[in-house]
């Protein structure tokens, strides 16, 4: 009854930059926080940004001062903004979603497929 779709992942050189978007659609009520994760071939998956309603952001150390998040309550969108990639950030990409259904009337976290990041010459 819920989705997340994301999208703008690709391939890009290392120092350019992508733009990721994430759209919940479905019977949701209201959603709390947003978030994106990535999982590299090997490692577990790792919280990379989150993002209140409110539009208070927390990042991993990796990350800072290069991503940027935000979002758009009205369209239930998040977006994660990243500048100066590099090919650690080579990961897939889940955005995350902790959000109320009209079914279920309590707070479940919900995930999209992932979308592919490639950083590399």
């Known amino acids: 009854q819920v989705q997340l779709v994301e999208s703008g992942g690709g391939l890009v050189q290392p120092g350019g930059s992508l733009r990721l978007s994430c759209t919940a659609s479905?019977?949701?009520?209201?959603?709390?926080?947003m978030g994106w994760y990535r999982q590299a071939p090997g490692k577990q998956r790792e919280a990379v940004a989150t993002?209140?309603?409110?539009?208070?952001?927390s990042y991993a150390d990796s990350v800072k001062g290069r991503f940027t998040i935000s979002r758009d309550n009205a369209k239930n969108t998040a977006y994660l903004v990243m500048n100066s990639l590099k090919p650690e950030d080579t990961a897939v990409y889940y955005c995350?979603?902790?959000?109320?259904?009209?079914?279920?009337?309590?707070?479940?976290?919900?995930w999209g497929q992932g979308t592919q990041v490639t950083v590399s010459s």
């Open positions: 995350n979603a902790d959000l109320i259904t009209t079914m279920t009337w309590i707070f479940e976290e919900y």
């Open positions: 479905g019977i949701i009520f209201s959603i709390n926080r």
């Open positions: 993002i209140t309603s409110g539009g208070s952001a």
